[in-house]
């Protein structure tokens, strides 16, 4: 019911700001959870930020708050990722994933196995 195309990855110095994009489209009108999700080789897939489309609810992890912003633009049906003050250990595949949720859902859940339809992820290597 959705398709989510990831956009903005890069490489770039630690330091650096990027802002990573997820357009959504599909189902744009039905009230979902969105989220950005990292994934390291090796490593299990971990839960960066989400944000409910409908109440604009969003929780951040804790090893992001106060560098990265999630947010959600209705009208154009994208999802953004503001990532400053990037470090070495952000390095990682960045997905955008969502899952749909009732009307009267306010919050979102953050983890990863939650979450059921996903793009294909979109780089981000940062360099020390």
């Known amino acids: 019911q959705l398709q989510l195309v990831e956009s903005g990855g890069g490489s770039v110095q630690a330091g650096a700001s990027l802002r990573l994009a997820c357009k959504v489209s599909?189902?744009?009108?039905?009230?979902?959870?969105m989220g950005w999700h990292r994934q390291v080789p090796g490593k299990e897939r971990e839960a960066v930020a989400s944000?409910?489309?409908?109440?604009?609810?969003?929780l951040l992890d804790d090893s992001v708050s106060g560098r990265f912003t999630i947010s959600y633009d209705n009208a154009e049906n994208t999802l953004y990722l503001q990532m400053t003050d990037l470090k070495p250990e952000d390095t990682a595949m960045y997905y955008c994933?969502?899952?749909?949720?009732?009307?009267?859902?306010?919050?979102?859940?953050?983890?990863?196995?939650?979450?059921?339809?996903w793009g294909q992820g979109t780089q981000v290597s940062i360099s020390s």
């Open positions: 994933a969502a899952y749909f949720i009732g009307p009267g859902d306010n919050i979102c859940d953050k983890y990863p196995s939650i979450y059921n339809i």
């Open positions: 599909g189902d744009t009108h039905t009230r979902r959870c």
């Open positions: 944000i409910n489309t409908g109440s604009y609810y969003s």
